[in-house]
T-cell receptor
């Protein structure tokens, strides 16, 4: 069974304090790994798709990387507006295009 | 370009009643997905439409849930009769093709009392 585990569950940072969020996954084969950001009361907002080990993508202060077993979301010099829950999801090879999500990491950046 | 919209944003019903949730996908997106997040758990897949056809409904909990997508445009998800364990946030997402990223709506928070 496909499984996604995110750590830590919650993370508190000071503004400017860089850190990384982890997403470990177990799938029979990976067709894509997705990172989403979710603000309270809103739906997940798409950030990145990674397809193969070694791939990296960047957007502003965020950088996502992928290995064969896990993905990291690196946050460089975060700002309070980066506070949100970050969700990781995988799409396995074969089957259809549904996503399997982790529970997310709740990030709070204090000024 | 308008995003995915869902209606209502909140619904509070009593056990045994019926509720219908609506999702309007992004225009031109043939793929429409329903997901649900129960408190304390991860977002879980319910079903997937390609145009008006059900591609995958393996995540539907039981036959109290009925999803439709008439004409391949908006979709409805009906819960009848509702049970306490149906409470949660129901998300709809759409994608241009199966291989593309999915864009989510704001969700409908359903509370069954």
């Amino acid at each position: 069974e496909d499984q996604v585990t995110q750590s830590p569950e919650a993370l508190r940072l000071q503004e400017g304090e860089s850190s990384s969020l982890n997403c470990s996954y177990t799938v029979s084969g990976l067709r894509g790994l997705f990172w989403y950001r979710q603000d309270p009361g809103k739906g997940p907002e798409f950030l990145f798709t990674l397809y193969s080990a070694g791939e990296e993508k960047e957007k502003e202060r965020l950088k996502a990387t992928l290995t064969k077993k896990e993905s990291f979301l690196h946050i460089t010099a975060p700002k309070p507006e980066d506070s949100a829950t970050y969700l990781c999801a995988v799409r396995p090879l074969g089957g259809y295009s549904t996503l399997t999500f982790g529970k997310g990491t709740m990030l709070l950046v204090s000024p | 370009e308008a995003g995915v919209t869902q209606f209502p944003s909140h619904s509070v019903i009593e056990k045994g009643q019926t509720v219908t949730l609506r999702c309007d996908p992004i225009s031109g997106h043939d793929n429409l997905y329903w997901y649900r997040r129960v408190m304390g758990k991860e977002i879980k897949f319910l079903l997937h439409f390609v145009k008006e056809s059900k591609q995958d409904e393996s995540g539907m909990p039981n036959n109290r849930f009925l999803a439709e997508r008439t004409g391949g445009t908006y979709s409805t998800l009906k819960v009848q009769p509702a049970e306490l364990e149906d409470s949660g946030v129901y998300f709809c997402a759409s994608a241009k093709t199966e291989g593309h990223e999915q864009y989510f709506g704001p969700g409908t928070r359903l509370t069954v009392t």
